[in-house]
């Protein structure tokens, strides 16, 4: 769980520095999928037992905020990817819900648009 929290950590001052160091957002890119493959490798990492549930995760907040960073770069099918897999941490359904709507809405659009042409 320390590892966990560690890369937490740094996508979060990572964030908060970026108007300063907006090259760090490339660093908070990698730890924050670093803490998604941990995540992954070793639910544990992030999780603890509670009498009379099977296993609760900590609450994430590294992942969502590069989906947010994807989202508003216009990587929507990207952040979409990621939303989906946090969700086996009981994390991010809204996220997959938002996203979803929106890759529809531009799948709409680009299907439109290109009938037009």
Known sequence: ??????????????????RSNPDGLELLEVF???DL?????????????VAGAERSFVHVTSVPRLIDLLEREGAV?????LA????RFD???????????????L?????VDGGMA
């Open 84 to 87: 989906q897999r946090l969700t």
């Open 37 to 49: 493959e941990l995540m992954e490798a070793a639910p544990q990492a992030v999780s603890f037992d």
């Open 1 to 18: 769980m320390d590892y966990h929290f560690v890369l937490q950590d740094a996508v979060s001052r990572l964030w908060g520095s970026r």
């Open 107 to 111: 799948d709409a659009e680009t299907a």
């Open 77 to 81: 099918v990207e952040a979409l990817g």
């Open 32 to 34: 924050a999928l670093l």
């Open 91 to 105: 994390q991010g359904e809204d996220l997959v819900t938002r996203l979803s709507e929106k890759v529809g809405a």
